[in-house]
């Protein structure tokens, strides 16, 4: 058992590195922008990966581009899965010491506590905390 509450922080959203889009997810980021796909894909700019047959963001220095002026998640409500489970990731559930090095509402005190059962269906991509 861990205790956990997203803060809100935006850290692992100003983070450089990749967003990867499960299958219907650059549709549903299109759809509550209101913009289409095509349109989406250029001005985030979304890319392939052929080896994983997954398209991706990436993320820059200045973070993700789907933060907004506020710097706080324009897509908050339909986010990708990977930021929907973060911290709960594979590589991080089973080394609760990086994980809280990489975000702070890891172990905070009063949060909600959270089962190393879920956490780990978290990590498996089944479900959103």
């Known amino acids: 058992m861990m205790r956990f509450e997203c803060t809100r922080c935006g850290d692992c959203c ?7 889009l499960e299958a219907g997810e650059l549709h549903r980021l299109a759809r ?3 913009r289409p796909p095509s349109r989406l894909r250029a001005e985030l700019p979304v890319l392939f ?5 997954s398209e991706y963001i990436e993320v820059g220095e200045h973070g993700c581009p789907l ?5 706080s998640c324009s897509v908050d409500p339909v986010k990708p899965s990977q930021c929907a489970t973060f911290p709960f990731w ?7 010491k990086q994980m809280q090095r990489l975000c702070e509402g890891v172990d905070r005190p009063g949060a909600p ?3 190393t059962r879920l ?6 991509g089944s479900g959103r905390i």
């Open 14 to 20: 100003r983070r450089p590195g990749i967003v990867w």
């Open 90 to 96: 594979p590589e991080l559930v089973d080394d609760p």
């Open 113 to 115: 506590l959270v089962s």
């Open 119 to 124: 956490s780990r269906r978290l990590a498996r």
């Open 32 to 34: 509550h922008l209101d």
């Open 67 to 71: 933060l907004g002026s506020n710097q």
């Open 49 to 53: 990966d052929a080896d994983a047959e």
